[in-house]
């Protein structure tokens, strides 16, 4: 006869995997949703430069190199063309304005100078010539005149003796009338030697101005030649050192071409070199200090060139107030030039993380210290110290400023 068998009550053992696939579901679904899905990657903690963001004063400045330079540079050139005969200075020499640098030879111009010298003897013997023919004509004209006017003296007389004799008939009419043409015509003889004497002496008066017009401008062409003499010496045309003399004996140069330069040493300037990154800020006037000898300098930028090379862009700055001891040029100062007004910010120290991130993220270090983790930031001014951060992290948090480039797109840093 059967026997019923009563079922066993409890967890039987071919319930087991289903209760462990249904648990390994459950501990998935609450992976899925409540889990942290960053991607991670351990990190050296040693390896890690790690600074506090805090509140304070953000000093907007930018610190750069300037080299001093000499507050005007001269250029030396010769005015006239010629070969280098000698070297009277040498550089580095101080000179004084007019000192002569370089004497200049040029046969070519003494050629001129010799030409000239005959051309301006030649004229001044045609006018000599030309003023004894003027006399000579003037004596013979007055002798001719003086001659006529005895002539008509004495054809006068005849005529009035004659004319009295017509009167009482004693005369012929023919007679009469032959003394009185020889009267008339030796008056207008006298008259046209007047005249010719007249215009003579205006036209000799005339060709004599003009050869001495010619004559002084002759001389003044002289005068100049020998001014293009006296410029084969190049002299300083200010005072100064000469800072540069870039010829050798013999050498041709010709009228303009750089030779040499003098550097006024009466003051000096700075010229720096700044990232293109501040050229929208920096500008003249915009002022700035740097320390030497335990001492504080200011300057002041006069000028800003607008040319961007190699990611740089010049400036010239002029010292302001006092002037450091024993200032040379060709030294170098760290400037450090003020693009705004100190204001309150969270700032972080300055890292290499920047150059990865653009400053748009950063990681912060949780309370405990074991994790890192990225965090979206907005980054404004900075200055060779600090950051200005404008948003996402508060006073007092951790943050990592050291470089990123080997953690990739990870999120989250642990550190170990």
Same mark, same amino acid.
């Given at each position: 006869m059967d026997r019923v068998l009563e079922k066993k009550k409890g967890l039987q053992k071919k319930h087991i995997p289903y209760v462990a696939g249904g648990a390994a579901l459950l501990l998935i679904l609450i992976w899925l949703i409540f889990g942290d899905h960053s991607s991670?990657?351990?990190?050296?903690?040693?390896?890690?430069?790690?600074?506090?963001?805090?509140?304070?004063?953000?000093?907007?400045?930018?610190?750069?190199?300037? /080299?001093? #330079?000499?507050? =005007?540079? %001269?250029?030396?050139?010769p005015l006239e063309s010629g070969n280098v005969d000698v070297k009277v200075v040498e550089e580095g020499a101080l000179v004084k304005e007019?000192?002569?640098?370089?004497?200049?030879?040029?046969?070519?111009?003494?050629?001129?100078?010799l030409t000239s010298e005959a051309d301006l003897a030649e004229k001044e /013997?045609? #006018?000599?010539? =030309?003023? %004894?023919?003027?006399?000579?004509?003037?004596?013979?004209?007055q002798k001719e005149r003086l001659q006529l006017e005895m002539e008509v003296t004495r054809k006068k007389r005849k005529f009035e003796?004659?004319?009295?004799?017509?009167?009482?008939?004693?005369?012929?009419?023919?007679?009469y009338q032959q003394a009185k043409e020889d009267y008339e015509l030796a008056i207008k003889q006298k008259t046209l030697v007047y005249e010719r004497q007249e215009q003579d002496s205006l036209f000799r008066s005339l060709q004599v101005v003009n050869m001495e017009i010619s004559l002084e401008s002759m001389k003044k062409n002289m005068e100049l030649i020998r001014q293009r003499v006296d410029n084969l010496n190049v002299k300083a045309n200010i005072d100064g050192e000469l800072g540069l003399l870039d010829v050798v004996l013999g050498q041709y140069v010709t009228a303009g071409t750089k030779v040499g330069q003098i550097n006024d040493l009466s003051d000096y300037k700075i010229e720096a070199m700044i990232d293109e990154h501040y050229i929208d800020?920096?500008?003249?006037?915009?002022?700035g200090t740097f320390e030497r000898q335990g001492g504080k300098f200011g300057l002041v930028v006069k000028t800003v060139f607008p040319e961007v090379r190699n990611g740089q862009f010049r400036t010239w700055c002029y010292l302001t107030g006092d002037r450091p001891e024993n200032i040379r040029s060709g030294q170098t100062y760290y400037i450090n030039l003020e693009l705004g007004q100190p204001t309150e910010a969270i700032i972080i120290p300055r890292?290499?993380?920047?150059?990865?991130?653009?400053?748009?993220?950063?990681?912060?270090?949780?309370?405990?210290?074991?994790?890192?983790?990225?965090?979206?930031?907005?980054i404004g001014r900075q200055n060779p110290?600090?950051?200005?951060?404008?948003?996402?992290?508060?006073?007092?948090e951790k943050v990592i400023v050291s470089s990123y480039e080997t953690y990739g797109d990870n999120e989250v840093l642990l550190l170990k």
């Open positions: 991670s990657l351990k990190v050296d903690s040693r390896t890690v430069t790690i600074e506090t963001a805090r509140k304070g004063q953000f000093n907007d400045y930018v610190r750069v190199n300037g /080299n001093v #330079l000499p507050i =005007t540079t %001269v250029q030396v050139s007019g000192d002569v640098i370089v004497k200049l030879t040029n046969p070519q111009l003494n050629m001129q100078i /013997n045609l #006018l000599r010539n =030309t003023r %004894v023919s003027m006399e000579q004509e003037k004596l013979n004209l003796q004659y004319e009295a004799l017509h009167k009482e008939n004693l005369i012929s009419d023919e007679e800020r920096v500008k003249p006037g915009l002022e890292g290499a993380f920047y150059q990865t991130t653009g400053g748009s993220w950063i990681f912060v270090v949780s309370p405990d210290g074991e994790k890192a983790y990225r965090r979206p930031v907005k110290q600090y950051y200005e951060v404008l948003e996402g992290l508060d006073d007092g």
